[in-house]
């Protein structure tokens, strides 16, 4: 074993204090990222609120290009579509793209390109991306990726895309042989997120949301982690102020982390990658869409969590809790399909590995977690048959 960095600094009231109230009804948290730095806006029903937040945030806006996951257009969509009418001389153009991870794809994003020239996008339009994951991350690559580079504009709409996705700059598409192997760091100017999109969310794809939130707890907050395991029936009843606290705490962790470490070099970052580099061999093997990010990134916290203690960096308990609070989330904490054979060499193609060498983020305690080096493959076999 070879833990390479002690990726966690401990939180201080400093970086705890993020958090600012925009309005009595909205929660406002910086990125800090000198130049690139931006908000992500946080409350309930704030629509109407948007037009004057972008003219601070955004100012010069002449051309908005929508992109809005089809399922939530009519609902989510059009009223911000309205919005941006109704701001003297934009011009909008809107499109869609299919719901699911197949969507992100060289041919989507090839068509995206397609669309941003026919619609007359130049260096000085904006595009939103409204929905999910899948969304965010493709659109935001489009806008990284489109004449070198245009603004954008995070709506998320799950409670995923809400507490990570979003936030971070990381978007991008996927290979048949890898998850967002193809992309770019590439900020948005603003997240606005409206917590009233979480009520009309189907359940699964909502369960996998608290995936990623779960992961904060385990990665840097644990007295986060205590308050999820008190809430955990609060959020699944998505109750309000629930997930008001918790998609604002979670924004809260990955600001701190993203500060410290936009690019993923210090290593800071990567203890974001908790239990992805099962997941996202789980999501390959398995087929992208069949089994959802987050409910990979729970059974990939979990194998993550069995391979810590084969190795000594942890005892029996933290898994214990664990899966007690996966459980309560009512995500899964086993995959009957893992097979190592073809996660393995998948996993190979992880962007932690070095030089040949597999690296996992792995915990040492609820709250702390290390980038560990040199993994020997056996023991990764058997933490992914224990959550077979
Ligand atoms: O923002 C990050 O950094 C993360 O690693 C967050 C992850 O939860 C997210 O799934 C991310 O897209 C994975 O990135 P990747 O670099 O492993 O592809």
Redesign the pocket.
Known sequence: MAPESSANTPSTTENRGNIAAASGRRASITVELAERSYPIEIGTGITGELADVLRQEVGDLSHALVIADESIQTHWADPIIECLSSIDNVRVNNTNVPSGETTKSVEHLSRLWDWLLSSGADRRSVLFAIGGGVVGDLAGFAAASFTRGIRFVQIPTTLLAMV??SV?G?TGINLSGG??MVGAFWQPELVWIDTACLQTMGERDYLSGLA?VVKYGVIEDAEFFDWLCKNAASLLARDHAALQHAVTRSCQSKARVVRDDER?TSGR?AI??YG?TFA?AIEATAGYGAIL?GEAVSIGMQMAASLAIDMGLCDESLLTRQTELLTACGLPVQFADADADKMLPVMMRD?KVAHGKLRFILPTDIGNVQLVGDVDPAQVRSAIQAHR
């Open positions: 990570d996705s971070g990381k998850k967002n990623e993923e970052r974001l990658n992805h996202h990010h962007k």
